[in-house]
């Protein structure tokens, strides 16, 4: 992520080598990537190099996989996500040949290989025994340094470890087989009124609801709309739904529809039941004047938890999606 490649010489002055397998999509990863630098930190006085690798094919991700996470497992995601969070640890990408990756042998995000310094391996498995730090019991990864470094074998050599599945390139067809199913499934648009506008609004539904008012000559709808596809596609499998309104008038739903049906938008569609689209703006938002795209989350409880007029950016609105998901209900 920092624009050059590494190697093994890279690190030869290290007493000890921790190599973690990890990625961005994973949630048992996204636990851990706070211990990790706090790990780098506490023991990079002590001698200790910290690397850490994503194995994953991105193309082998499938998008129901990416239910909590703002971010995919590609090279150009892996540096967003180190910017963003401010790794202190080189964050190194294999996913193009997995040669790394199959050498060493990972089954899961996050897999810890720690080296002594003759670069013998000496110990294989977890960072500690719970993703949730309240729960930790047994710290592995630190237990083992902590031996190496005053010359012990390290009283637990390799452990089980808990995590996602690496994604490696054979699971590519996987992903297309998703792809397929998600283009077969059925299109719908319906009419909706005042009294459907305001009860959209309310949000009653015990879902976190994504609202997007669009229509097909606005431009930026356009431009954005395969935005709202994917994040129906990752996130839906939680508590959460997304609903798109379009303001176009009623006797425009036919061309509606066609453009919805090559969007492959299963999501719940609605129209403007009429064309006086004055009552249907005021019914869901009196402080609304009606330009679009418009944009807004909204939490289980009817309260605004992200608002978007103009055309959203999609990184910071999945980043809410996921806040607020994970605040309903955390893996």
């Not at 729960?135 to 630190?142: A, G, L, P, Y």
Request: proline residues 4%.
């Amino acid at each position: 992520m920092d624009g050059r490649n590494w190697a093994l010489k890279d690190f030869v002055a290290a007493k000890a080598l921790v190599v973690i397998f990890t990625c961005n999509h994973c949630p048992t990863a996204q636990y851990y990537e706070e211990r990790i630098k706090q790990l780098v930190t506490d023991y990079r006085n002590k001698g200790v190099a910290v690397v850490a690798i994503s194995p994953n094919d991105p193309k082998a991700v499938r998008l129901n996989e990416l239910g909590y996470t703002d971010l995919g497992d590609s090279f150009d995601e892996m540096k967003i996500r180190a910017k963003h969070l401010e790794y202190n640890f080189p964050y190194l990408y294999d996913g193009d040949t997995e040669t790394v990756s199959r050498a060493y042998g990972p089954v899961a995000t996050p897999h810890v290989f720690i080296f002594d310094s003759a670069r013998k391996l000496r110990f294989v498995g977890r960072i500690d025994d719970s993703e949730r730090e309240q729960f930790v019991k047994v710290r592995d990864t630190r237990n083992a340094l902590d031996s190496l470094l005053v010359g012990k074998e390290p009283s637990v050599a390799q452990t089980k470890v808990i995590g996602c599945s690496v994604k490696w390139a054979a699971k590519v067809d996987a992903g297309k087989t998703e792809l397929a199913k998600f283009a077969a499934e059925p299109v719908n648009i319906e009419k909706v009124d005042a009294e459907g506008l305001k009860v959209l609004r309310k949000n009653d539904s015990g879902k976190l609801r994504l609202v997007g008012f669009w229509a097909t000559w606005c431009a930026p709808c356009v431009a954005e709309f395969d935005e709202f596809v994917t994040m129906n596609r990752m996130y839906r499998q939680r508590d959460f739904e997304l609903v798109m309104v379009s303001l176009n008038r009623p006797d425009e739903e036919k061309s509606v529809l066609e453009f919805l049906k090559k969007k492959q938008a299963s999501n719940k569609n609605l129209i403007f039941a009429s064309a006086d689209r004055d009552k249907l703006i005021d019914a869901f938002d009196l402080k609304w004047q009606g330009a679009v795209p418009f944009t807004v989350l909204i939490r289980p409880d009817g309260k605004i938890a992200y608002q978007e007029l103009g055309s959203i950016d999609p990184l910071a609105l999945k980043r809410a999606i996921v806040k607020e998901l994970n605040a309903i209900k955390p893996w």
